[in-house]
């Protein structure tokens, strides 16, 4: 009965990592909301989420598997909890003016190195610190953050659960 609602679980987690991925794409597309590297990083990261927790559903491991897949979900979602924070941080501090603006993923993927392309990924550029959308008084990286921490408190739980 446990395994199956932990798959059951897992199946739910997909979902919702695809309702909030469908969200921001109803936002880019139908809202006209561009998003900046710090956004695709974190939309990336919540899909792989989605990915690994509908294998979970689909496969029913055994107990190295559960754990294993756990920690997997538990890592991803603390590595998109630190993307989020990153972003409410440098939303957080004082508009430099002398920063323009950066040009879209697609022309960053075709122009720039490898590495300036990942350190933009992985650390923002100043579009990042625009606010552009707020929900409840939260904006779209505060909300990321509330995603992200539930989805890793759910990956703990799983993974200190005990199993037969």
Do not use: D, K
């Amino acid at each position: 009965m446990l395994l199956a609602r932990s798959r059951s679980l897992y199946l739910l987690i997909s979902l919702a990592c695809l309702a909030v991925l469908g969200a921001a794409f109803y936002l880019e597309f139908q809202v006209g909301l561009e998003p900046c590297s710090l956004c695709i990083t974190q939309r990336v990261l919540l899909g792989a989420i989605a990915l690994v927790a509908l294998v979970v559903a689909a496969h029913s491991p055994g107990r190295i598997g559960w754990r294993i897949y756990s920690a997997l979900v538990l890592t991803t979602a603390i590595a998109g909890g630190l993307s989020a924070t990153r972003q409410i941080w440098l939303q957080s501090q004082a508009p430099i003016p002398s920063q323009g603006c950066h040009p879209g993923l697609h022309y960053m993927m075709q122009i720039w190195s490898p590495s300036e392309l990942w350190h933009a990924l992985l650390l923002g550029t100043p579009e990042c610190a625009r606010i552009n959308w707020t929900l409840f008084g939260l904006s779209l990286p505060e909300w990321s953050l509330l995603a992200f921490a539930g989805l890793a408190l759910f990956a703990l739980s799983q993974l200190f659960e005990r199993r037969r």
